[in-house]
């Protein structure tokens, strides 16, 4: 814990509580970076932050919107919400993040944008999607809900594409219980999201709704969390490089595929996952389960999904299909301890003997 305390005592002391306050005013500048030709909001959810790009951003139900297979289904939900269409493509083999090539594959005369994802905080070959979607005149939003802090070459993730969104939920790299951010590229789209954030009532005008918004603020308390949080950032993502690096030292003898680094990139490391062979995936599960050692199977592919069965689904997804069922996501929290973590891949190594 840092400041989180003295901060919501402030919170509490002024009577700022809900959405109006200065510490929302301030994690929107912490949430820059530094990059301040860049335009931020804070959303009450990660999910609402990606609704909100995509809505500011003109994407409507005559749209199609590429989705990667793999990952956590808000991304799909709130595509959901704006009756465009979600094209699935299946992922790349080796950082697991969204397939380029698919990608080409996907496009038709009725594709709006494109949304990668920054899978367990890991950026590769986002710039490469973001660069390609410019040259197509394509929307480009990351959801970057696992990648707070993560850079591409050597620069903060949120100064590329044309929107970058962020969860703060409570397991995400830094939490303010419930809540999100999105970055603009364009300062008039920032502000259009600002409208539609505050019940699309005029900025000028109180009480008239000129266009149909929601109410997506973060209240003052969350955002005073959230400043406590990214004071911290660093430091973070610094412990939770060592964990994964501890992880990755104990484990690379094994019969085990990581998640592509690449070196101009500097991931979050918000979890690690770990890709086992079919034969070895289930003793392991059960040496963990055994050792009382929480873990979680990956997120089901999104083609899989009932609530997205009006999805376009593009190609077979034989990647996604035979990498989620083989990976693990192993703990990466900030409270472990690197011991833990030996003591995690002495379990793993125990069920391969
Ligand atoms: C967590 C997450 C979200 C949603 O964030 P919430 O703050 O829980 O709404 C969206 N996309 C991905 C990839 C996530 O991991």
Not at 48 to 54: C, D, K
Not at 88 to 113: E, F, G
Not at 235 to 240: D, G
């Amino acid at each position: 814990m840092g400041n989180e305390k003295e901060y919501i005592l402030d919170c509490l002391n002024s009577n700022w509580i809900s959405s109006k306050g200065s510490y929302v005013t301030e994690l929107e500048k912490i949430v820059l970076r530094g990059n301040s030709s860049r335009n931020s909001l804070v959303t009450s959810n990660g999910t609402v932050a990606i609704h909100l790009a995509l809505a500011a951003m003109g994407i409507k139900s005559e749209d199609e919107v590429i989705v990667p297979n793999i990952t956590f289904g808000a991304t799909i939900n709130a595509v959901m919400y704006t009756g465009a269409k979600p094209v699935i493509v299946d992922i790349d083999p080796y950082d697991w993040n969204m397939c380029r090539d698919s990608l080409r594959k996907a496009v038709t005369k009725k594709t709006k944008a494109i949304i990668p994802v920054a899978l367990f905080g890991n950026p590769s070959g986002i710039k490469e999607i973001d660069d390609w979607a410019k040259e197509q005149e394509l929307i480009c939003i990351i959801d970057a809900a696992e990648a707070v802090g993560a850079k591409i070459e050597e620069k903060d993730i949120g100064s590329y594409a044309d929107a970058v969104t962020y969860s703060y939920f409570g397991n995400k790299t830094v939490t303010t219980g419930e809540g999100g951010a999105v970055i603009f590229k364009s300062k008039s789209i920032a502000e259009k999201a600002r409208i539609l954030r505050d019940h699309g009532m005029s900025p000028n005008k109180r009480y008239r709704h000129d266009v149909v918004g929601f109410n997506y603020r973060m209240t003052n308390l969350q955002a005073a969390i959230g400043v406590a949080q990214y004071e911290r950032l660093d430091q973070i993502i610094k412990f939770r490089k060592e964990l994964v690096d501890r992880y990755k030292d104990r484990l690379s003898d094994l019969d085990v595929i990581f998640q592509t680094e690449h070196e101009d990139l500097s991931p979050s490391y918000w979890l690690f996952a770990a890709k086992f062979s079919s034969k070895d995936i289930k003793k392991i599960e059960s040496e963990l389960l055994k050792s009382e050692i929480e873990f979680r199977a990956c997120f089901e592919p999104m083609h899989l999904q009932p609530a997205f069965d009006e999805a376009k689904v593009i190609g077979n997804q034989n990647t996604s299909l035979k990498i989620y069922k083989n990976i693990l996501m192993l703990p990466t929290h900030n409270n472990l301890k690197l011991e833990d973590v030996d003591y995690i891949c002495d379990k793993i190594r125990k069920s391969f003997k």
